[in-house]
């Protein structure tokens, strides 16, 4: 008796992944372990109806990864070192998490010495580059397999499909496709697919509900969310969580991303991160007073640089832990209290505290007074720093 080939399946229990299932196990007769990662857009309640769901369809064994720490330490923290808004708006919600996911997928298709992998990802976004080319360089060899992308399904193919096969569940679309994770969640729908339209009120996951005013403050300890109003956290993932339900109800971090996707489209996408632009903000306001004007300047293009190599999947270049080394030190001193005032759809950085604090009365109060120096100081080093700009100019006015 021949035996089955083993392929490893990212899988989230949606309609994409349960058709791959069926297609993988009762067409192609592959033994099918499903995997699904986590990284913190699932609650145990979610996690335990996709494994049952996944058994029901026939997968050989089902894991679930707990990847929310993991996910923090290896990506999102440096996202927050550099302050990284993808075309200064969007917080890399959906393409940061999608590395997590596929390096733990490599991983299990590893540990199981799996024939093939497969992932249900579309030939029309990003996804599909970040999930490939993460196999190639972790598991080069093993087939990848995208019944999706390759077989062109429409929607309607792939429920017709099910149906045959006797599957059971929900098949009505939502109005809007929403995906949930530590750093953010996105929502995809009808007025995301032109260029012009704003998402109504009800199209958004949190719903206002704060109305008054509220003064917080948050606590980074080189860098890192570790304390949210004297309330101090085992892991900045759980201080993470709990602001996002403080500034959630406030209606934060709402906005529309135009960006440019991996294969050359342009595409736009509704977003809702309260507590990733609180932090983001937050800890920038901290920087522009702790660090000096050229660490601030080249974090400022290195950070660009590796949110931009991120988002289009590139984990894996070692330049990238040659930034997170440079991140890491300019961060020796980002350390202090940061005050943020909440209302309803904005908020304001109030100001910080810090013992690192750069902007200090001892060395003078700028447009007041100073005490490093002279007004003869001044005169002299304006004619010097000026000099060779000066020859430039009587050389070519001769």
Not at 64 to 70: G, P, Q, R
Not at 81 to 90: D, E, F, S
Not at 374 to 385: A, L, N, Y
């Amino acid at each position: 008796m021949s035996v089955s080939k083993k392929v490893v399946l990212g899988f989230s229990g949606g309609l994409d992944t349960t058709y791959c299932v069926k297609y993988l196990s009762e067409d192609k007769g592959y033994e099918v372990h499903s995997i699904i990662v986590n990284t913190g857009g699932f609650t145990d309640a979610e996690l335990t109806q996709i494994e049952q769901h996944a058994y029901s369809l026939g997968v050989k064994t089902h894991t679930t990864v707990n990847a929310v720490k993991s996910y923090y330490d290896s990506i999102i923290k440096f996202l927050i070192y550099g302050n990284v808004l993808k075309n200064n708006t969007y917080p890399l919600s959906v393409s940061a998490e999608r590395l997590s996911q596929a390096l733990h997928i490599a991983e299990h298709a590893k540990k199981l010495n799996a024939d093939a992998v497969a992932h249900g990802s579309t030939g029309a976004g990003n996804d599909q580059v970040r999930f490939d080319m993460i196999f190639h360089i972790m598991i080069p060899g093993t087939e990848i397999i995208t019944p999706i992308r390759d077989l062109k399904l429409s929607r309607e193919a792939e429920i017709s499909y099910l149906k045959s096969k006797g599957v059971n569940m929900n098949f009505e679309k939502s109005m809007y496709s929403i995906n949930k994770g530590l750093w953010g969640t996105s929502v995809g729908g009808k007025e995301t697919l032109n260029s012009k339209g704003i998402l109504p009120e009800e199209a958004w996951p949190t719903q206002v509900t704060a109305s008054e005013s509220r003064e917080i403050k948050l606590h980074f300890e080189k860098g890192e969310l570790t304390a949210i109003d004297g309330q101090i956290f085992e892991h900045p993932t759980a201080a993470i969580q709990h602001l996002q339900t403080i500034a959630g109800a406030y209606g934060l971090g709402r906005d529309i991303h135009v960006g440019d996707t991996i294969i050359g489209i342009k595409g736009r996408v509704g977003f809702e991160a309260a507590a990733p632009m609180v932090i983001l903000k937050a800890h920038h306001a901290l920087e522009k007073h702790v660090l000096t004007k050229w660490q601030l300047g080249w974090k400022d293009q290195l950070a660009q640089f590796y949110g931009n190599w991120l988002h289009e999947g590139q984990i894996l270049d070692p330049v990238m832990r040659d930034i997170e080394a440079f991140l890491t030190h300019s961060q020796q001193n980002v350390t202090g209290d940061v005050f943020v005032q909440l209302l309803p759809y904005r908020f304001h950085i109030i100001g910080i505290e810090s013992d690192f604090d750069l902007m200090n009365s001892k060395f003078g109060k700028y447009g007041e007074m100073n005490t490093g120096f002279t007004g003869e100081d001044v005169r002299g080093f304006s004619k010097i720093f000026g000099n060779q700009t000066s020859i430039w100019h009587k050389v070519n006015q001769s």
